[in-house]
T-cell receptor
Framework: DAGVIQSPRHEVTEMGQEVTLRCKPI?????LFWYRQTMMRGLELLIY????????DSGMPEDRFSAKMPNASFSTLKIQPSEPRDSAVYFC???????????FGPGTRLTVL | DQQVKQNSPSLSVQEGRISILNCDYT??????FLWYKKYPAEGPTFLIS?????DKNEDGRFTVFLNKSAKHLSLHIVPSQPGDSAVYFC????????????????FGQGTILTVHP
């Protein structure tokens, strides 16, 4: 059974460019989470979807960040325009009904030059 | 405002001995606690959890203890093995005002565990 799938695994881009991160949750899971991990702030939740609907986006840093979940098997996190301070590892996680443990993908390491 | 704190950035233990990782929280609305393990270049992996109605949960070499009055939980690994060397994150889930569980997890900063052969 495939776990959470994220792409790309690594992304290097220049400041001002648009970045799109992709996530495929575990089949049958109805909640999806986007996290960002940095040395300074640790692992912080950016946005949380339940049944494809955004429930809590209070962690999204600013308007440059946007996330969508057009269907139960796909989500994107977009940064436009990107800035060097956006450099981090971005994780996607999914959870089934009951909202107990979340299952994480391998992450996307983003470097903005 | 750090609601979940892991005050020890690192812990070093000899193989075969006990590892004790600690976590403190401030929000009394947390109802469920989880421990995750993370290896470099991988996502966090769920390890063990405990509901706020319990004070202990055991799974093989891993035991989590919860002291609600002290708002403190700990993860015990016995015996520790070199393969346990990783970053360990404590996480907490809260109930909302209506008493239903809310999916958001709040994570601690993590503790780097090193188990020496």
């Amino acid at each position: 059974d495939a776990g959470v799938i994220q792409s790309p695994r690594h992304e290097v881009t220049e400041m001002g460019q648009e970045v799109t991160l992709r996530c495929k949750p575990i089949s049958g899971h109805n909640s999806l989470f986007w996290y960002r991990q940095t040395m300074m702030r640790g692992l912080e939740l950016l946005i949380y979807f339940n049944n494809n609907v955004p429930i809590d986006d209070s962690g999204m840093p600013e308007d440059r960040f946007s996330a969508k979940m057009p269907n139960a098997s796909f989500s994107t996190l977009k940064i436009q325009p990107s800035e060097p301070r956006d450099s981090a590892v971005y994780f996607c996680a999914s959870a089934g009904r009951g909202l107990t443990e979340q299952f994480f993908g391998p992450g996307t390491r983003l470097t903005v030059l | 405002d750090q609601q979940v704190k892991q005050n020890s950035p690192s812990l070093s233990v000899q193989e075969g001995r006990i590892s004790i990782l600690n976590c403190d929280y401030t929000n009394s609305m947390f109802d469920y606690f989880l421990w995750y393990k993370k290896y470099p270049a991988e996502g966090p992996t769920f390890l063990i959890s405990i509901s706020s109605i319990k004070d202990k949960n055991e799974d093989g070499r891993f035991t989590v203890f919860l002291n609600k009055s002290a708002k403190h939980l700990s993860l015990h690994i016995v015996p520790s093995q070199p393969g346990d060397s990783a970053v360990y994150f404590c996480a907490a889930r809260r109930v909302n005002a209506g008493g239903t569980s809310y999916g958001k997890l709040t994570f601690g900063q993590g503790t780097i565990l090193t188990v020496h052969p």
